[in-house]
Nanobody, 115 residues
């Protein structure tokens, strides 16, 4: 089992920044990749950004150039730095860990961007 605990969400004005954190614990060895997803009201959950165990990253087109995913292996923590936030970034953000063939989710953290 892998436990994921997110933090860092909140309310911010458009153009502002937030940093989300996801601390992993439990059977964290052999985690293949970790990522951030988001789900806005009435919409499907979508991938925002991911980082593999090798350090490769990928981003949704809508956040490229504004969001950065990174990790601190010593702290077993993954971060999502979100800059130039837009109202359309408003959603619940979920941390995800893939340890094939299993996938784990955090409880989610709300991000609200006001215009």
């Amino acid at each position: 089992q892998v436990q994921l605990v997110e933090s860092g969400g909140g309310l911010v004005q458009a153009g502002g920044s937030l940093r989300l954190s996801c601390a992993a614990s439990g059977s964290i060895f052999s985690i293949n990749a970790m990522g951030w997803y988001r789900q806005a009201p009435g919409k499907q959950r979508e991938l925002v950004a991911a980082i593999t165990s090798g350090g490769s990253t990928n981003y949704a087109d809508s956040v490229k150039g504004r969001f950065t995913i990174s990790r601190d292996n010593a702290k077993n923590t993954v971060y999502l730095q979100m800059n130039s936030l837009k109202p359309e970034d408003t959603a619940v953000y979920y941390c995800n860990a893939l340890r094939a063939p299993f996938e784990y989710w955090g409880q989610g953290t709300q991000v609200t961007v006001s215009s």
